[in-house]
């Protein structure tokens, strides 16, 4: 009985690199498994729209809305990034249990993997979105146009990339254990600068130029331009460039990890 000789080369790359429909089903089932983070990122943020949105002064105008609305929208960044971030960042709990390496021995092309990954955060990104939105919408208070809610629902989904490729560039960084470690915190506190939970003119001057360079700042004003009516163009300076430098980061240390094989 002869034995046939595989040649490697003959091997056929997947259409897309390896990019389909199961791969991407199989990620989001993975994230939707981690439950104390989707309850996390998804309660959290609620529980602060009630606390900073219920206020008496929820009714004051803000733009073309109310203030409830204004803090609606931070809310629903702020879970938003969080999970996209928690999502980017299990790259790093991969690289702990080694699938990291089992996929590059496959024809898997990397970039085909960081797209699924973008995918699933964006997935779970919309998902901490539309909680927050039913939760303010079935409460009443937040008022504005329906067309003005629609597009602060989509510029904040679009916004929350920016921390997907920070998770990302974490998750390469530091080991596993530890990521979330740090983009919990780290995430909370550019909240705070970035005017999410307090507004910046409640800060001191020095706090205010501090939070205009911070990464937070510039996505929280693009996600409220809609209901602000109001957007300076150094904060679309900020975001543009703190996402390429998110993006850069990733791009790199996968580089380099991915050149250990």
Known sequence: MSSATIDPTSRRVPP???????????ELRRMMRNRRTIIFTLVFPTAMFFVFGSGAGGDERVGVGNVAAYVMVSMALYGGALIAAS??????????????????L??????????????????????????????GAF???????????LECIVTTLVCTMSFAALGVFVGYLVPGENTMQILGPGLALLSFLGGLFIPLSQYSP???????WTPMY???EVARAPLTRDLPWFAIVNAVVWFAIFVLGAAWRMSKDTARV
């Open 16 to 26: 897309l690199g390896g990019f389909n429909r199961t791969i991407l089903a199989i």
């Open 87 to 104: 999502g980017g960042a299990m790259v790093a709990v991969e690289r702990a249990l080694g699938w990291s390496r089992q996929l590059r």
């Open 106 to 135: 496959t024809p898997l092309n990397p970039l085909a993997y960081i797209l699924v990954k973008a995918l699933v955060a964006l997935a779970m990104a919309a998902l901490a979105i539309a909680v927050v939105n039913l939760v």
């Open 139 to 149: 409460r009443g208070q937040p008022d504005m146009p329906t067309a003005t809610w």
């Open 206 to 212: 020095l706090i205010r130029d501090i939070a205009y």
């Open 218 to 220: 510039g996505v929280a």
